[in-house]
């Protein structure tokens, strides 16, 4: 049974599109990420939701929009889909937020 | 606001040879600190953390990594590295309050593993 496990793993589309990745965990957490991955591998928090509360918001661009359906699950929905997109996206879960975050496989998106 | 410093983009070992990977943080309080490896086409899997207590805490793997307060440091040890440890390593850290758990990594070392 994976922990944290992310739908697609690949997704690939066009300019201007809208699209979603879904992220779920079966560990009973109570805090969820969405980091994203960039082309020289260098990773960084895009948001955290705790109890379905955000509670972290980087400077992340409003086409992008988490949905935490309930604690286990938290989506990312990003409109307007643009080349600078294009990365990594990795959920990962923790049982508070200062514990240790365990990460899904991620997600590669491309934009065309 | 923190950050992690791995000054070793890259690093290239003998099978059999000993390893450190290094880490630097910069924050006022001690931070919580992790090690992550990212294998090809991988997520991440948590090698070993530093909570409090004990400076040198082991991993998974055979590794094994000392927090040394007065150098801001956490270094990532193992003294025989095996093929299958090539792969790419990442320190991060969470400052705990008011972070909210938000993790900052460092940029990441690559290792090679010659045969």
């Known amino acids: 049974d994976t922990a944290v496990s992310q739908t697609p793993k690949y997704l690939v589309t066009q300019m201007g599109n809208d699209k979603s990745i879904k992220c779920e965990q079966n560990l009973g957490h109570d805090t969820m990420y969405w980091y994203k991955q960039d082309s020289k591998k260098f990773l960084k928090i895009m948001f955290s939701y705790n109890n379905k509360e955000l509670i972290i918001n980087e400077t992340v661009p409003n086409r992008f929009s988490p949905k935490s359906p309930d604690k286990a699950h938290l989506n990312l929905h990003i409109n307007s889909l643009e080349l600078g997109d294009s990365a990594v996206y990795f959920c990962?879960?923790?049982?508070?937020?200062?514990?240790?975050?365990?990460f899904g496989a991620g997600t590669r998106l491309s934009v065309l | 606001a923190q950050s992690v410093t791995q000054p070793d983009i890259h690093i290239t070992v003998s099978e059999g040879a000993s390893l450190e990977l290094r880490c630097n943080y910069s924050y006022g309080a001690t931070p919580y600190l992790f090690w992550y490896v990212q294998s090809p086409g991988q997520g991440l899997q948590l090698l070993l953390k530093y909570f409090s207590g004990d400076t040198l805490v082991q991993g998974i793997k055979g590794f094994e990594a000392e927090f040394k307060r007065s150098q801001s440091s956490f270094n990532l040890r193992k003294p025989s590295v095996h093929w299958s440890d090539a792969a790419e390593y990442f320190c991060a850290v969470n400052a705990g309050g008011t972070s909210y758990g938000k993790l900052t990594f460092g940029q990441g070392t690559i290792l090679t593993v010659h045969p």
């Open positions: 990962a879960s923790s049982q508070v937020p200062q514990d240790i975050q365990y």
